[in-house]
């Protein structure tokens, strides 16, 4: 028997956590409905599926509070921790739900909507979100996913709340760290000397876009590592 | 099949559940795991299951580190915990979706279970009384065939009928292969199913031996008195339930609660005998 992945194996718990969220992927399509109804019926002549979309990235970024919230329970979490797979199937499975299966479905429920928008209004969907904005909004939804992943498995209850906490608190320490390094060791003076300093625009944009780039991919990359590591070392 | 040695576990380190643990449960036999409130028996079944992980020593199942949460390890035990959340699902649908991860997993079997105990398997689980629901998975426990089965509390919210097919499926599900667990406040549900009979007390086990072995050291009696040599005695109708020392070889049988009773009376006595 593979010990580590098996791609039956891996299948079985997706089919299985999809029959299990049914009711939530339900939630989407009901909420999706409801807003576009409402939308209707106030704004009699127009139509907003890109706020629609906006409520949709929230979803996205809140999904494993909503689908995963009681799998590291002392006592719901059981079936799932005693479900024979490994931990890196249940981890790509959680991945998997979250990463690629909510966003499809909030994005087709939006295309859905944008759709309907330009049969009723005559409204095209570029109009209100471009490729480079969704590309952005993306990446922003795979970092605060990530955040959420980590939330999920590192808190027993109030996992959100206990979450914006940390978040809080590693915000205030990392200003108050900062402002201390900038203070301490005079680098204000610097800051204002490189900032004085004739640098051509083009030189440092790339780099700035490099780091952004690599930022983009090692912070969502490296709390996907931690989470699995998490999985694995979760005691019930 | 179960290999524990110099295991060590706690919450907070001062308090220890458990500390150098040995012990040894074979296959073809059905545990009844007793002992008073706190002293670590759902604690105990969580290690071997790997939900929890020894703080020291070794806990070796069916030669894999339960810790580990290997597929191969998983797919060989069940643990059914005392208290336990169902989902949204029919009863039906939850092992339709469960079983297949379990290789001797046998649907049919599953419905006859469901059967027997008159639970509907069209019902969804959540909005099946606390017994239906612990019927339906005892169902699915028994119809997994697993090599290992743990059972925590079993019988607790089983209605008197449902106790005794309880009793009479989990017998027919035994063999040489398996290894059963159970463990219970409720000993006179399964005075009849559980043999050995592992007692633990706070840190370690107080007793781990056959009924057979125990009958041989010690002697189960209603008397119109108390012996001298009683090791315990409490009264009860037609007398009092005694146990003394088994002086004269003649086997009597086993009363588990007036055992358990006597052994917490007598540890270390018990500790001299058994070990």
């Known amino acids: 028997m593979n010990e580590t992945f098996n791609i039956q194996r891996f299948f079985r718990i997706v089919k299985a956590e999809t029959v299990a969220f049914r009711r939530h992927y339900l939630f989407y399509l009901i909420f999706a409905a409801a807003y576009a109804a409402s939308?209707?019926?106030?704004?009699?002549?127009?139509?907003?599926?890109?706020?629609?979309?906006?409520?949709?990235?929230?979803?996205?970024?809140?999904?494993?509070?909503?689908?995963?919230?009681?799998?590291?329970?002392?006592?719901?979490?059981?079936?799932?921790?005693?479900?024979?797979?490994?931990?890196?199937?249940?981890?790509?499975?959680?991945?998997?739900?979250?990463?690629?299966?909510?966003?499809?479905?909030?994005?087709?429920?939006?295309?859905?909507?944008s759709g309907l928008e330009f049969a009723l209004f005559g409204r095209s969907i570029d109009l209100h979100i471009?490729?480079?904005?969704?590309?952005?909004?993306?990446?922003?939804?795979?970092?605060?996913?990530?955040?959420?992943?980590?939330?999920?498995?590192?808190?027993?209850?109030?996992?959100?709340?206990?979450?914006?906490?940390?978040?809080?608190?590693?915000?205030?320490?990392?200003?108050l760290l900062t402002n201390l390094l900038v203070y301490q060791f005079d680098l204000k003076s610097f800051i204002m000397e490189v900032q004085m300093a004739n640098i051509e625009p083009s030189t440092t944009s790339w780099l700035i876009d490099y780091i952004k780039i690599v930022a983009h991919i090692i912070f969502p990359f490296g709390l996907w590592l931690v989470s699995f590591f998490k999985l694995q070392e979760q005691e019930l | 099949m179960i290999e524990i040695e110099n295991m060590s576990f706690w919450y907070k380190e001062k308090s220890k559940v458990f500390d150098s643990l040995t012990m040894q449960l074979e296959p073809g036999k059905i545990y009844g795991l007793l002992g008073e409130n706190g002293v670590g028996k759902t604690t105990f079944l969580r290690?071997?299951?790997?939900?929890?992980?020894?703080?020291?020593?070794?806990?070796?199942?069916?030669?894999?580190?339960?810790?580990?949460?290997?597929?191969?390890?998983?797919?060989?035990?069940?643990?059914?915990?005392?208290?336990?959340m169902v989902t949204?699902?029919?009863?039906?649908?939850?092992?339709?979706?469960?079983?297949?991860?379990?290789?001797?997993?046998?649907?049919?079997?599953?419905?006859?279970?469901?059967?027997?105990?008159?639970?509907?398997?069209?019902?969804?689980?959540?909005?099946?009384?606390?017994?239906?629901?612990?019927?339906?998975?005892?169902?699915?426990?028994?119809?997994?065939?697993?090599?290992?089965?743990?059972?925590?509390?079993?019988?607790?919210?089983l209605d008197i009928p449902s106790k005794s097919i309880f009793r009479r499926v989990v017998a027919r599900a035994a063999d040489d292969n398996k290894c059963i667990i159970i463990s219970t406040h409720q000993v006179r549900d399964l005075e009849f199913l559980i043999d050995p009979i592992v007692i633990l007390e706070r840190n370690n086990v107080l007793l781990n031996e056959s009924v057979e072995s125990i009958t041989r050291k010690l002697k189960f009696a209603v008397l119109s008195y108390v012996p001298e040599d009683a090791l315990y005695s409490?009264?009860?109708?037609?007398?009092?339930?005694?146990?003394?020392?088994?002086?004269?070889?003649?086997?009597?049988?086993?009363?588990?609660?007036?055992?358990?009773?006597?052994?917490?009376?007598?540890?270390?006595?018990?500790?001299?005998?058994?070990?």
């Open chain 1, 39 to 113: 939308d209707i019926l106030i704004n009699r002549n127009s139509f907003h599926p890109n706020v629609f979309a906006g409520l949709g990235l929230f979803l996205m970024i809140i999904s494993p509070f909503m689908l995963y919230n009681d799998v590291f329970h002392k006592i719901k979490g059981v079936n799932y921790s005693m479900l024979p797979a490994s931990n890196f199937e249940k981890w790509l499975a959680f991945w998997f739900q979250n990463v690629i299966v909510v966003p499809l479905i909030i994005g087709t429920l939006w295309l859905i909507l």
């Open chain 1, 130 to 175: 471009g490729t480079n904005e969704w590309h952005a909004y993306f990446i922003g939804v795979l970092g605060g996913q990530a955040i959420a992943m980590i939330g999920t498995m590192s808190f027993r209850r109030l996992k959100w709340l206990k979450t914006l906490g940390a978040i809080f608190i590693l915000q205030v320490t990392f200003g």
């Open chain 2, 47 to 84: 290690l071997i299951a790997g939900l929890l992980f020894p703080a020291d020593g070794n806990c070796k199942v069916m030669d894999y580190t339960p810790g580990k949460r290997q597929p191969g390890f998983l797919s060989k035990i069940f643990y059914l915990p005392e208290e336990f």
């Open chain 2, 88 to 157: 949204h699902q029919k009863a039906d649908e939850y092992a339709r979706n469960v079983g297949p991860f379990y290789p001797n997993f046998e649907y049919n079997h599953y419905a006859t279970l469901m059967q027997e105990f008159g639970v509907d398997g069209e019902k969804k689980l959540h909005e099946m009384s606390f017994g239906q629901k612990k019927k339906a998975m005892i169902s699915l426990a028994l119809a997994c065939n697993t090599e290992l089965l743990l059972l925590d509390e079993p019988t607790n919210g």
């Open chain 2, 234 to 275: 409490e009264p009860m109708m037609g007398g009092y339930g005694v146990v003394v020392p088994n002086t004269d070889g003649e086997e009597s049988k086993v009363n588990i609660e007036l055992l358990f009773n006597a052994a917490i009376a007598n540890r270390a006595r018990f500790a001299e005998w058994f070990n």
